[in-house]
């Protein structure tokens, strides 16, 4: 049976895509078939008439996944906006159902699946007859969510905001990956402290600038796996 963990982090541009490839390349350094999924991404580049999803290309690069990047997104607008309105305004509106076959697709394909959200939690992915929130993806897909926060001034705020509402939607947090981390900044020393002391949730690793590794052992990043 295969096993997943769904990445989101506490805002746009935060780090999700660069911590997510450093969690599927430690899962596949270790000899793990493991492999990647995002329901949605949007601002995708157009390179000879064919949009790139860029996200899963870097997680492919950085991981050596061979697959295809585009076969592991299933919906990918170029439009930079949220995915609700990218989807609007290129009239391709998400459906649960082309989610949920993809994403058994991965199940077979893949014995780790790391699934990337788009944006922060509170993400709309579809609004207009129907709502679908990122929310709705992650229980629908029966997943716990590993948040991806910066270290620097305004992160405990919102790391805890995210963290409630995580809960309050009723989603599990496995944890927190502190993204920029630098050992020597008080500031970065302390705001892990507050956000540990605050939302009684452990920050399982703390990424510097441009690491290429997460400092993390196997056994407790496998941990964070929930049978799907």
């Known amino acids: ?23 599927v390349k430690k899962l596949r350094e270790n000899g793990l078939n493991a492999g990647y999924y995002k329901a949605a991404l949007s601002g995708a580049e157009k390179i000879k008439g064919k ?20 076969s592991l997104v299933s919906y990918i607008y170029e439009t930079a906006v949220s995915p609700h309105l990218a989807a609007q305004i290129e009239k391709l509106p998400i459906e649960m159902n082309v989610i949920d076959a993809d994403f058994e697709q991965m199940k077979t394909r893949f014995d780790y699946v790391t699934v990337e959200g788009s944006g922060g939690i509170i993400c709309p992915l579809r609004r207009d007859e129907q709502t679908i929130m990122l929310t709705d993806v ?3 897909l029966n ?3 590993l948040i991806v926060a910066p270290s620097s001034l305004g992160t405990i705020n919102s790391t805890v905001l995210t963290i409630e509402y995580a809960k309050q939607s009723g989603i599990a947090v ?19 402290f507050q956000i540990e ?6 920050v399982i690793a703390c ?8 400092a993390i052992p196997l056994q407790v990043l496998t941990d964070l796996f929930k049978e799907i």
Request: charged share 25%; with cysteine; net charge negative.
């Open 1 to 23: 049976m295969s096993k997943g963990l769904f990445i989101t982090g506490t805002g746009t541009d935060v780090g999700k895509t660069f911590t997510t490839a450093l969690i």
């Open 51 to 70: 949009l790139v999803a860029g996200d899963a290309k870097y997680v492919c690069e950085v991981s050596g996944i061979t697959d295809g990047p585009e």
């Open 138 to 140: 992650i229980k629908r």
């Open 143 to 145: 997943l716990d969510v």
């Open 174 to 192: 496995k944890g927190i990956i502190l993204n920029g981390y630098m050992e020597d900044n008080f500031l970065h020393v302390d705001n892990k």
């Open 197 to 202: 002391q605050l939302t009684e949730t452990p």
């Open 207 to 214: 990424v510097p600038k441009n690491s290429n590794d997460l």
